[in-house]
């Protein structure tokens, strides 16, 4: 990842006018690429727009300032504790997506801290829980889970989900 370093006599406007013509070269870069689908590799345009998208994070983080954002400003140990609490009573997954969807740093940050995926609920009213309770199993790595079964008859015809969580039962610590 390419950082901008602030050289000793360089004033903020300087390297917020340098980050503005790298977006605005990136931008046109992007669009002659485009535009000529025949000679272009896909990861030169895939390179490019990495690039342009960490410009643009830049430039927000420059004009918000460093500690406008908790995990830039917090220490990890403490971010860890917040996180943790939040997402420990959580009776469905939507404040983790949620917290996926805050910014890309974030979403990096919690998909590398497996404890934030230890607990698997399983409700009748959450969508898409396949594929959620998959990605809890994968982000959580080997670390011990809690299953939380609320309103579901354990016998019920969730066979794929039973069948799922059964290849992973040495990992269940406490089940509700």
């Known amino acids: 990842m390419n950082r901008y370093i602030t050289p000793y006599c360089c004033s903020k406007s300087a390297i917020d006018q340098a980050l503005e013509d790298k977006r605005r070269n ?20 895939s390179e490019l727009k990495t690039s342009y998208n960490e410009t643009i994070s830049e430039q927000w983080r420059r004009r918000r300032g460093a500690f406008a954002d908790p995990l830039v400003a917090l ?4 971010w860890q504790i917040i996180i943790s609490d939040v997402v420990a009573d959580r009776l469905s997954y939507g404040p983790l997506i949620d917290l996926l969807n805050v910014s890309q740093a974030w979403m990096m940050k919690l998909m590398s801290y497996p404890a934030v995926w230890t ?9 898409d829980l396949l594929a ?9 790595q080997q670390s011990p889970m809690t299953l939380k079964v609320e309103g579901i008859d354990p016998g019920s015809t969730l066979q794929d989900v039973w069948n799922l969580l059964a290849q992973h039962r040495d990992r269940f610590n406490v089940i509700w």
């Open 26 to 45: 990136l931008l046109s870069r992007i669009s002659q690429t485009d535009n000529d689908d025949e000679t272009t590799s896909e990861d030169l345009v």
């Open 132 to 140: 959620k309770i998959s990605m809890s199993l994968h982000l959580s």
């Open 119 to 127: 607990m698997i609920t399983i409700s009748l009213h959450e969508e």
């Open 75 to 78: 220490p990890e140990d403490v």
